[in-house]
């Protein structure tokens, strides 16, 4: 089995292969709420990419912690995580609903006017993958 284990400030890849051989990520080492954007975002990335090996709903329990990263106090960390809503819902179709609702009422109100219709255009985008 492959585990995404948190050690530090870096993710470490393990192979066991005693099991079936599907990833597994420890979400609490993801570090959603870490006061660093780049480990958030690394967090991100991690649970979106590893969404096709979750098949028991380890993501659907914890995706509104997920969801509020729409609005993440760093754009560019909002940025990825709408840009990687398509990613999951390409693997997790129930969860799509959610995902467009969050989207539609974000407030983008807390970003610059230089930011915020990059980020309206990416949310624009993402919306129009999800519901492909």
């Known amino acids: 089995m492959l585990d995404f284990v948190y050690k530090g400030n870096a993710y470490s890849l393990f192979y ?3 099991n079936d051989e599907v990833p597994v990520v420890d979400i609490k080492g993801c570090q ?7 480990v958030r975002t690394r967090g991100l990335v991690l649970i979106a990419e590893n969404a096709i090996w979750d098949e028991k709903g380890i993501i659907d329990r914890f ?12 754009p560019i960390t909002a940025r990825q995580c709408i840009k990687l809503l398509p990613t999951i819902a390409k693997h997790k179709p129930e969860l799509k609903k959610w995902m467009a609702d969050a989207l539609h009422v974000a407030d983008l109100s807390c970003y610059k006017e230089s930011m915020r219709p990059l980020v309206e255009n990416d949310i624009e985008n993402a919306l129009a993958q999800i519901q492909e």
């Open 32 to 38: 959603l709420e870490n006061k660093n954007s780049f």
């Open 63 to 74: 995706f509104d912690s997920y969801l509020q990263h729409i609005t993440d106090e760093k």
């Open 16 to 18: 066991s292969k005693t």
